[in-house]
């Protein structure tokens, strides 16, 4: 692999200012100044520095972003921001969400590039758990719980499948293993209700990081990675 796709691919930056770091002699390989870009080398068997610092070859990038509430989940560019939008600085390329919030719904969405984790969490099949935050207009009630946990007919051929869902001091926590279209607010509308506010809370056993800010995002751990998909 050319040593400017290995920086890249590990967001350094981007090709031409990874140009100018190599050509400014920041980077070593197994303790030799490297001074051509296109210099090949083994990812995994050779040792690759920057400014001393060794920069360990990562294929795949994992964020949790806080999507705020305003923003798109979709990856086109269009008049609202989208949340691949907020992670530019990363200079990652090919990072998508998995899986879609609405523009008014804030919380835990992941971003990646690795394809086959993505197709893996969203894979209907594959029943990842996904909790949110419900706030509603009217209060929900015992009989309305055990319907949403039942499954409730929301216009789809066949009823949304069991969840769980229980009041807590923050409003409705509603667990749900599909991920259809609009799919909270619609269950909710089908006990005669309307949602106000929601924020999706955990994707599997990955939690959202309570100390980011709406907009705010950080790499995942890789206890979190080894998390995913597994259920809290
Ligand atoms: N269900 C919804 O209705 N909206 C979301 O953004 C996510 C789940």
Known sequence: ??????????????????????????????????????????????????????????RFHYYMLNKPAGTVSSTREGASVTVVELLADENVKNLSPVGRLDKDTEG??????????????????????????????????????????EGVDIGDDSPTLPARAYEAEDGLHLIITEGRFHQVKRMLEAV???VTFLKRLRMGGLCLDGSLKPGEYRRL???????????C
């Open 221 to 231: 751990t890789d206890e979190e990675l080894a998390l995913l998909g597994h259920g």
């Open 1 to 58: 692999m050319r040593i400017d796709k290995y920086l890249a691919d590990n967001s350094i930056g981007t090709r031409k200012e990874i140009k100018g770091i190599v050509k400014a002699g920041r980077i070593c390989v197994n303790g030799v100044t490297a001074f051509d870009p296109g210099m090949h080398i083994v990812p995994g068997k050779d040792i690759i520095t920057m400014d001393e610092r060794v920069i360990e070859y990562e």
């Open 192 to 194: 005669d209700n309307k």
């Open 108 to 149: 835990l969405l992941l971003l990646t590039d690795d394809g086959a984790l993505l197709h893996d969490l969203i894979s209907p099949s594959k029943h990842v758990e996904k909790e949110y935050l419900v706030q509603t207009e009217k209060p929900v009630s015992e009989a309305d719980i055990k319907r949403l946990e």
